[in-house]
């Protein structure tokens, strides 16, 4: 084991769902402080010696406490109060994992809560009917691509999507008039790209809030998030976590955003890679500025026992320059249900997907694995931000 590199942490408030036609909303009593208290800012009201113990995550109402089968008539909800802090995302694109502040992403996780439950419950969510989406994917991706279209739909909005391989791009078209061009037909663009920074260069020339689905070996900022909030729907908190990253963290863009959004935290973020595939000096240095003490690891094994999330990543073949170079790496760090015997009890195992063969099948079984629950997450995280851009 070597050491690379705590966070100071608060605590943010919960915004909620406004329900119309003729629904009854019952308001938290601390939604009902927050608004009575006519969007004062969070640091001035909450005591910074308790923004530790309140860190831990408080769930919403469940559904049936808002949505009371005795008095709705309508069981669609039209509309989504946004949170004042949600107001600064409003209209913007979202292209870095470090623009959303601890007090935003606590109000995302919380609305993402909340939508989980209706959709589980089988309510309509129709917030977003009548607005298009386009889905731009100039890189292969089946959970991003389908949690959006499906957040979009299942908000009541529909979906343009854009193939490269049968677009003008063929004939030559630059990402920017592309980008610009469909800007016309949408409200909102998804944008996932090969090469780093292309998205936040096509945003400059889109005058609709363009999200970054991945660019490259750049960031995947909505990853990040869906990350996180399964962390604390899993866990039920972030805070005091240790978090043992594995895999290709080089070209791994999930893990670049996730350690970048996970210094808001008090956490210890453990490294185990393959010789030439460790974290980019970049990332590590960007950790160690925030305070966050950081570990590499030679094995799963060894640095198992105290972890609290494993986050598993695949080898990416389509990021080497050559067959052999891939293989060299390839098949290193399997987790097997042998070395999950080592681990905690209460601790999950995280993957972004797609695997290869990073974690044995026989591990699905386990109830600490959660990556398809992640996966589903990540429409739910979606819907919400997808509702917050929107303004609705």
Known sequence: MGSLGTCSAEQALVGFVNVCNQCVLILPAHVQTAENAKEKPLR???????????????????????????????QNVSHLQTSPFLHPLVGQHILFAQQFSKEQM??????????????????SVDILKGKVMASMFYEVSTRTSSSFAAAMQRLGGSVVHFSESTSSTQKGESLADSVQTMSCYADVLVLRHPQPGAVETAAKHCRKPVINAGDGVGEHPTQALLDIFTIREELGTVNGMTITMVGDLKHGRTVHSLARLLTQYRITLRYVAPKNLHMPTEIINFVASKGIKQEEYDSIEEALPDTDVLYMTRIQKERFPSEEEYNACFGQFILTPHIMTGAKRKMVVMHPLPRVNEISVEVDTDPRAAYFRQAENGMYIRMALLATVLGR
């Open 44 to 74: 001035a009201s909450v005591d910074p010696d308790s923004l530790a113990s309140l860190d831990s995550y408080s769930h919403p109402p469940q559904v049936a406490r808002i949505l009371s089968p005795q008095t709705v008539v309508h």
């Open 106 to 123: 606590s109000h995302l996780f919380n609305v993402a809560h909340t939508l989980r439950m209706m959709v589980q419950k089988e309510r």
